[in-house]
């Protein structure tokens, strides 16, 4: 792996780090708690599978359809605005959401102890959420302006990404039966707001690279 490679993995992986400590509590998290405490590891780590490869998935379906948008500067300017914007929007919905945590502690969990059936629940869970592939879609048209389209540099940086959510899922359900005292409201009312702010953040950091891309 030649340097360059390198930095955009890495880079990737500050998003994958963002996403798992600032953005990963929503049904997916308290499906992965659930799961662990009253399933065991195991469970909840073919949980966890089927939530990445959804996810990886989805930022693949983007990445090939934001490809044919982005055909020179202008459009990579363009895109990477629009990506950022509705990052920003995003991260203004997560900020003014803190109040609805418990309005998302569905109850996932099933009687049917066979691996495949945990493995479905995970792929299914983000497959049917609208707001995980409208954040997809502003992350992934965003990074896609930010490295001019060059799709193999994006496959990098979310491998990068991906790589972290998914390690720090096996960890979530590793501890599940140790989070669960601290995973109250207003924990997660305090998270959702530090979210909101960073999303924004990063959303304003993606237009300000797509507008100076030359």
């Known amino acids: ?29 308290f499906a992965l708690i659930q799961t662990g405490i009253y399933r065991g590891f195991w469970p909840a780590a073919m949980l966890a599978f089927g939530i990445i490869l959804n996810d990886a998935s989805i930022i693949s379906l983007i990445i090939l359809g934001s490809n044919k948008l982005l055909g020179n500067v202008e459009s990579y300017k363009i895109i990477g605005v629009v990506g950022g914007i ?15 945590v418990n309005d998302k ?31 997809w879609l502003g992350v992934v048209v965003g990074i896609t302006a930010r490295f001019s389209a060059n799709i193999h540099n994006v496959f ?35 998270i959702n707001k530090i979210a909101g702010l960073a999303l924004v953040g990063f959303g304003i950091f993606l237009i300000i690279r797509s507008l100076l891309v030359l």
Request: net charge positive.
């Open 86 to 100: 509705l990052i920003i929007i995003f991260g203004v919905v997560t900020f003014m959401r803190g109040r609805e």
């Open 156 to 190: 990098i940086f979310f491998a990068g990404t991906l790589s972290v959510v998914f390690i720090t899922d096996l960890f979530k359900s590793f501890l599940a039966a140790r989070l669960k005292p601290y995973v109250t409201d207003k924990f997660l009312i305090i």
């Open 105 to 135: 502690k569905t109850d996932l969990i099933v009687s049917n102890p066979h691996f495949i059936v945990y493995f479905s629940k995970g792929f299914l869970l983000n497959l049917v959420n609208p707001f995980v592939w409208l954040f």
């Open 1 to 29: 792996m030649n340097i360059d490679v390198l930095n955009i993995f890495l880079e990737g992986t500050v998003l994958g780090f963002s996403l798992a400590f600032l953005f990963g509590f929503g049904p997916a998290f």
